[in-house]
């Protein structure tokens, strides 16, 4: 038996009795939080810094307020581009603020879109009888100045339950703004280049599709211009349902031993150009707040876990052949899809403003499909006692090249990956106690050369997904029992950009989140609380250019303890 569940779906054993604790609903509206998280409240906080903005005067484009979300149908707004701030703009940013009434209530997707570009994606928080919590989202999303650029109808979707199901009320009802802010650009502050294009690539629906098995898929048919220079895919793939909590599965022989999910613990999302392998982006282990243990993520939710942060897919090696005049199609799919991923995805196309017709092709592609490695050393000594490891690994180099023949002269593009990934899993099961420790990492090192003329460019990426999960559940010989989880995330990317020589501009950016709580229940099985919870997040940030950001903040009992800011920039 384990808390382990599943954000907006069914509830695994412990967690039902958690959510039965969390009270009635009342009516409210979107309640703006400090920018700064404060010591003393429970509402969401996170150390990640807001988006930086130009100096100039952004005009606000209200895309909706006090939205309610309390069923299950897309709500739809309308957008038209600020009058006064017509463009190029210097910056687009995405702003949001949440909150969700106190009472019982599950954690819930959040996405919007518009013109079906998806703009934001993220979970919202769960609240408790006496929580009604509010946050705070924001994003760069000027890469998507296409499509701010004309009238556009909008969708929000947060599928929201509200009502009795097994005997339980569900009453806590989510209300949301969002807005956009159009910052103009001057002398100190230019436009940057943004994609020409941005194609959507989503499901049936116009939004995320839904992927259950490695060969499911979400395409778009691209009939593009003859002029494509580059294009880049912007990937979200989020786990729901059975794969929630990939991280934990096993064999597929294992399941019923193990009490867990099977496929293994691999999942990796696979993008392909006319069937074609031409990308990956790794699944980063997102953790809803109601994933595991409630209380561990109250009042610091885990890395992104309120705002995902998209993969970008460099795909410009295939600009050639997007610039044949043809209809080409682009998939995205998760390896080991075990019934429920959602994905959504944005094209980003460049095409040369200087010549109408680009010609080109791919010189070399050897990315195949990956092959996990699956060591299972689990022994059963007696019946029902299960104790041993299970280790998947996988790993893989591939290079894709192409080049396009555009009006300022012949381009080819080198991309360079490795992509490697390591989970641990240690379980020792019997009558009175379910343990099971996870160690996993995943990184992609990317190393892109670019060749235009005299000039060579070069673009390193390394990115990593630190996780630990270790969680026991034992019942004590009076019959009452206690689950204890410590949990552990990362992020880490480091960039470096160099052109002909010149000394390499470089950034970096490490972020981590530990966390434990003590779940009890006494021998009836009534709820007893939690105890011993604290919980911590830090995050730094920081360039060749003298840039850093640094921020620490701490929680113990379920409210922010403290907030630090500078430490990690030497301060």
């Avoid at 989503?202 to 898929?217: C, Q, Y």
């Avoid at 099971?436 to 005299?454: H, V, Y």
Wanted: charged share 10%.
């Amino acid at each position: 038996m384990r808390t382990i569940r599943f954000a907006g779906c069914a509830t695994r054993t412990l967690a039902a009795a958690v959510a039965v604790l969390l009270g009635s609903a009342a009516g409210a509206q979107v309640t703006v939080v400090p920018a700064t998280p404060q010591v003393g409240s429970s509402n969401p906080a996170t150390a990640e810094p807001p988006v930086t903005r130009p100096s100039t005067t952004p005009c606000v484009v209200q895309l909706f307020q006090n939205l309610q979300f309390a069923d299950f149908n897309l709500k739809s707004f309308s957008y038209a581009p600020p009058a006064a701030c017509p463009g190029p703009w210097a910056k687009v940013v995405f702003t949001a603020d949440f909150t969700v009434t106190a009472g019982r209530q599950f954690d819930r997707t959040a996405a919007f879109y518009l013109g079906h570009a998806n703009i934001y994606y993220g979970t919202t928080a769960e609240p408790r009888r006496t929580l009604s919590p509010s946050w705070h989202v924001e994003r760069d999303v000027t890469d998507l100045s296409p499509i701010f650029q004309s009238a556009q109808t909008g969708e929000a979707n947060i599928g929201n339950f509200v009502g009795v199901s097994g005997g339980v009320t569900y009453d806590g009802i989510i209300f949301a703004n969002a807005a956009l802010e159009f910052y103009p650009a001057n002398v100190a502050n230019p436009a940057p280049r943004t994609p020409d294009i941005v194609v959507p690539v989503n499901g049936p629906g116009g939004d995320a599709g839904t992927l259950s098995t490695t060969a499911s898929e979400i395409t778009q048919t691209l009939n593009l211009p003859r002029n494509v220079e580059s294009a880049y895919l912007d990937v979200i793939a989020q786990s729901q349902s059975n794969d929630e909590f990939w991280y934990t599965c096993v064999p597929n022989n294992e399941t019923g031993p193990l009490q867990s999910c099977g496929n293994t613990a691999f999942r990796e999302t696979e993008v392909s150009i006319d069937g074609q392998p031409a990308g990956v982006a790794p699944v980063y282990p997102w953790i809803y707040t109601g994933g595991i243990d409630p209380y561990l993520w109250e009042p610091i939710p885990g890395i992104q876990t309120l705002d995902f942060v998209p993969y970008r897919v460099d795909l410009t090696p295939f600009a050639g052949v997007l610039s044949d005049g043809n209809p080409h199609t682009v998939g995205v799919s998760v390896y080991n899809a075990n019934s429920y991923f959602l994905a959504t995805a944005n094209l980003l196309v460049y095409t040369d403003h200087g010549g109408s017709t680009v010609t080109g092709g791919v010189l070399s592609n050897t990315l195949g499909m990956p092959t996990p490695m699956v060591e299972d050393n689990v022994t059963s000594p007696s019946a029902g006692v299960y104790t041993g490891t299970v280790d998947t690994t996988a790993s893989r180099s591939f290079t894709i090249s192409g080049y396009v023949n555009t009006s300022h002269g012949r381009v080819q593009t080198t991309v360079n990956q490795t992509v490697s990934f390591a989970n641990d899993q240690n379980f020792t099961i019997n009558d009175t106690q379910y343990i099971q420790d996870i160690t996993q990492n995943t990184s992609l090192d990317s190393a892109t050369l670019t060749k235009s003329g005299g000039i060579t460019s070069t673009s390193g990426q390394h990115f990593r997904y630190p996780l630990t999960v270790d969680i026991t559940f034992a019942v004590n010989p009076d019959g009452s029992f206690y689950q204890t989880t410590t949990a552990g995330q990362g992020f880490q990317k480091k960039t470096a950009n160099a052109t002909s020589g010149v000394g390499a501009v470089t950034s970096s950016i490490r972020e981590d989140d530990q966390t434990t709580d003590t779940l009890s229940w006494d021998a009836n099985g009534s709820f007893l609380g939690p105890s011993n919870s604290t919980a911590s997040q830090s995050y730094v940030g920081r360039n060749s250019l003298g840039g850093c950001y640094s921020r620490t903040i701490t929680a113990a009992a379920q409210k922010l303890t403290s907030v630090t800011d500078g430490q990690g920039c030497g301060q």
